[in-house]
């Protein structure tokens, strides 16, 4: 999991959010089922491809990338059923993969990485992941959402084991020049926008030395 910045409100939501929420808020008073056509209007294509940008087409827990098998889920931080009136509050939605979504439901209290910091929580042992002792939210996220699934361990390995043959190639290289353009190839694989970030750049930083 990485920090996330949230990006601007797409307009769909400047214009339509308050009445959305006023219909969902009106149906839950009344006693009546709030239907898909007024409960699931957050799912307007313009508001999930916002989304979609500003978590980098990755799960905003797990940090799987979504999009070349799945649509990915729109993801309510505090769950609709705690809060109706967050329904499609632009601060309260992101991106989760199915897994992750289903796996929260609507339990509340998991790291939010748009308003804490993982890496205060969170700490990867290569691909292993373990909240630091002292932060409860931290074990309730990892176990939670079951953030050491044996898919999403192997997948993370993958990606640090990439990383770091750039390294080892790097080290048997004489010419400067291109010791550090492979170290860069390594050090890309840190960005923001690459699959398990947060697990790599942890395992990179931990072993590059200029």
């Known amino acids: 999991m990485i920090s ?3 990006s601007e409100k797409p307009p769909v939501l400047v214009e339509k959010a308050q009445e959305w929420t006023r219909d969902i808020l009106e149906k839950i008073a ?16 313009d508001i999930k491809k916002r989304l979609l940008e500003e978590t980098f087409d990755k799960c905003a827990y797990c940090e799987s990338k979504i999009t070349h098998i799945a649509y990915g889920d729109i993801e ?24 992750c979504n289903q796996k929260k439901s609507d339990n509340d209290g998991v790291i939010d990485p748009y308003s804490d ?18 932060s409860g939210i931290g ?3 990892e ?11 192997e997948r993370r390995l993958d990606k640090i084991d990439y990383a770091l043959s750039f390294l080892r ?6 010419d400067e020049r291109l010791k550090s353009l492979i170290e860069q190839d390594a050090l890309s ?8 970030s947060a697990a790599v750049s942890q395992a990179v930083n931990a072993l590059y030395r200029r």
């Open 4 to 6: 996330l910045t949230k």
């Open 117 to 134: 910091d993982p890496g205060e929580h969170l700490l990867f042992l290569g691909p292993i992941l373990r909240a630091r002792p002292t």
């Open 139 to 141: 074990q309730l996220t």
């Open 76 to 99: 309510h931080i505090t769950a609709k059923k705690v809060d109706p009136s967050l329904a499609v509050d632009w601060d309260n939605l992101t991106i989760a993969c199915d897994k």
């Open 30 to 45: 009344g006693g009546m089922k709030v239907g898909d056509a007024v409960g699931a209007r957050y799912n307007h294509p």
């Open 143 to 153: 176990r939670l959402l079951d953030l050491n699934r044996v898919p999403l361990v």
């Open 189 to 196: 694989l840190c960005d923001s926008c690459q699959e398990y």
């Open 169 to 174: 190639h790097a080290a048997s290289v004489k």
